[in-house]
């Protein structure tokens, strides 16, 4: 029996979100340092960041949506442009 068949055996309805309550945001692999134990091989040969586009994308999500954290992730997401951006942006949703 498939996922799919299974959850249909014990609700006949689609599994749908009831609400986004934690945003989760990498902003990329890039960081000043090298460590064994970083999750994401992050690190300074690393170049993948989260492009402006990607960044509007969020940005929108977060003004259409009732988001109470946005959780800011990556290498280290400092590192990229749009950082700061990002977290004033995410305040104004805040709730305050």
Known sequence: ?????????????????VGVEILQV?????CNMTCKHCHVG??????EMMDPDTLETVLAALSEQEIG???????????????????IESRKWDGE
């Not at 990498?26 to 890039?30: A, E, I, Q």
């Not at 992050?42 to 170049?47: D, T």
């Open 42 to 47: 992050g690190g300074p040969v690393r170049s």
């Open 1 to 17: 029996m498939t996922y799919e068949e299974r959850v249909r055996s014990v609700r006949p309805e689609p599994l749908s979100a």
């Open 69 to 87: 954290t946005v959780d800011i992730t990556g290498g280290a997401p400092e590192l990229n442009p749009n950082f700061r951006r990002l977290v």
């Open 26 to 30: 990498s902003l990329g692999y890039r």
